[in-house]
């Protein structure tokens, strides 16, 4: 994706990752999805005992303090979002640029209510390759979907 088609982007897409202890992976991961020119990037920082809050801010990530668990990280850091569509990733993460195009392409030209990606792993498996769920490694959502206070339920429900 070139530089003009991202400044051209339907919505401002607001990158969301909750983190705990996230120095060894985090500068990669802020470093790669940059590439994306993201409306902002917000860490929802558990109270990391490492650099990682530094390391966000010399990205010039916004980072918000929370409790510790990711829901209340995510809802943390959804709450001062504000752009139109939310990105939900884990720390070592990242959408190759053609998906995060499509992804901002699909959800500006529909009314969906959210999404998933794909995985593939770039390291060796240590055990025999099968599927295994992964949660919300990747969630993109509406901002007008989420407002509501809790969105995300600390016991992985929805209330």
Known sequence: MTNSEQTKS?????????TYNESTALSET???LQQHQ???IIIGD???????????RRYEATVVQSPRGRAAQMNAAAGEAKGDLLLFLHADSYVAPRGYQKMIETMA????????FSLQIDSPPARSQK????G???LPLPQSGIRRPGHFHPKGSVP
Request: cysteine-free; overall charge negative.
């Open 136 to 138: 919300e490694l990747a």
């Open 10 to 18: 339907p919505l401002k897409v607001s990158i969301i990752i909750p």
């Open 30 to 32: 802020l470093t790669r």
């Open 131 to 134: 599927d295994f769920p992964l």
């Open 109 to 116: 030209s529909g009314p969906y209510l959210g999404g998933a």
């Open 46 to 56: 558990g109270g990391s005992e490492d650099d990682t809050a530094d390391i966000a």
């Open 38 to 40: 993201p409306f902002e």
